[in-house]
């Protein structure tokens, strides 16, 4: 065969490996995905094969086609043999004839009443009625036809149990509702490559190419030794791509921090800090957040069996918690009901929100003014998704002002949105157990409206207990959405993947 001068100074070029997957896809009919490579005793690394199939593509004579593709699959079997909670729910009602009080069935489900129940209404499968001072489900015609049939997503969880399925295979609505519930199911990326010679490449593999030992030094032993005479030598390109040289430099997410904290401090902010396990007690009961609240279930809370419980030392504290939580205490509330459990209280978990540090604050510096921030770490017990991880950043901060109000809450907010270069801002009502007036707030980013945090007053039940005399401002915006507005990010997930060529390319400024 004939090669022409510059096919020919491509050819010294190749390094052995390079050219090993030339004559390797050449065998294989002209391509081939590294997988087949692998299998066929080709190549032992998967890592070995695509540099090659690089340095052969930026040359003219290999192609790379990758596609990503996404199935569903069963995070545990058991899920299927177990049966949804709302299936074990309606099999109970109908075994008690069809018409159960809910404590009884609370007993008879273990706690997983709760769960069912949420989806007994949703489905339509029972109804809730109330009988003096009792709750009652009774099965309704869907739910008592659903006795001798499957449900739609039982069927999709059958279907898994099989195998994964594509995505483009499940319904998405079924597909939503169960990755919304916790470790039913999972999202599985697959990533397929497939490496095929140009018809440049397939002249190279067929223009006699040899495999040699290659080397690239020459040392005294390749002489002494007399193997010079048997190898190749790879032959330095000039013009070949070369890989930019990136200076160090600190992760996005670590410098956005830092100009957080500075755009606060610069506003006279105090950092302050709590502890990642907390009692029940500092995260949700001094907040007023009622002891029956779906925030405190398994589902949405992770609570430690080490240590088990935290003691509240406070007596004082406690007694007046608990009364604001039965009756409202002093502050003309009406409080909860219920009878206040110490133990739930005194119940170890991982903070749930920032708002503990801001609480705790309070209670140390419960004069005005005080101007307070914090980026802190919370957990909560979400499915990952593109927009959901268990253990994420909220940026709190509370303002105590003998003149604060509504409106300096607002200009707070506009002020830090502005600052961080988002103009356009939206305040929406919202509900909080903790905070009234509550607000919600949003940014106009990408010709839509998103959702960053929430804000409010607290509520006089939360300040009473520590002798706080004045209105306090408080916050809680989404760091790590913050950073998705920035930099145009559409998975959450992308924030925390070591992904190199990313955070050499993220700009410093």
Known sequence: MVINMEMSDVLEGLSYNEKRLLLALDEAGGKSTPADLIAAGKFDLEVEIMGSASWLASKGLAAIREETSKFYELSDPKIVSEGLPERRAITIINENGGKMEMNALSEAMHGEDKIAVGWLKRKGLADITKEGALKFLSLTDAGRKTLDSKMPDELFLEKLLAGPVPEEEADPKIAKDLRGRQGMIQEKIVNLREISLTDEGVKAARSGIELKKQVTDVTDRLIQSGEWKDVDYRKYDVQTFAPAMVPAKKHPLSRLGTEVRKLFTDMGFTEMASEYVQPAFWNLDVLFTPQDHPARDLQDTFYLDNPKSIHIDDEELV???????????????????????????????LRTHSTVSSIRYIAEHPGAPQKAFSISRIFRKESIDSTHLPEFTQIEGIVIDEHANFDMLISIIEEFYSRMGFDQIRIRPAYFPYTEPSLELEVFFNGKWMELGGAGIFRPEVVEPFGVKYPVLAWGFGFERLAMLKWDIRDIRELYISDLDYLKKNPVL
Do not use: C, F
Not at 320 to 344: C, F, N, P
């Open 319 to 349: 007694a007046k918690v608990k009364a604001l939580q039965e009756h409202g205490g002093d502050t003309g509330s009406t409080g909860w009901g219920g009878t206040w459990s110490r133990e739930k209280a005194e119940m170890a978990l």
